[in-house]
């Protein structure tokens, strides 16, 4: 699985907007958010849609972000993460 390219970005844009929006992310690349210094949200692409790699703990959860409903799921996971 690829990480997302530059139009699979484009198409999460106001996923993006959302997320950029939350305190305590920086986007340190288009599509790609850190906690602090730790790698923290990044996009996959392949052919069964685009995913979300959220670190939970020490590892990364993955979530679908292809329907309004995936979208948000995942910022339901990033407001849940950045509470703690």
């Given at each position: ?17 959302q997320i950029r929006q939350r305190q305590g992310l920086k986007e340190r ?56």
């Amino acid at each position: 699985m690829k990480h997302a390219g530059a139009q699979t970005l484009q198409q999460l844009s106001a996923l993006l907007e959302q997320i950029r929006q939350r305190q305590g992310l920086k986007e340190r690349k288009l599509g790609i958010f850190y906690r602090k210094s730790r790698s923290f949200l990044h996009f996959h692409e392949d052919p069964a849609g685009t995913f979300a790699d959220l670190t939970v703990g020490e590892t990364f959860d993955r979530y679908p972000v292809n329907t309004a409903k995936d979208r948000k799921a995942l910022m339901a996971a990033i407001d849940r993460i950045l509470a703690e």
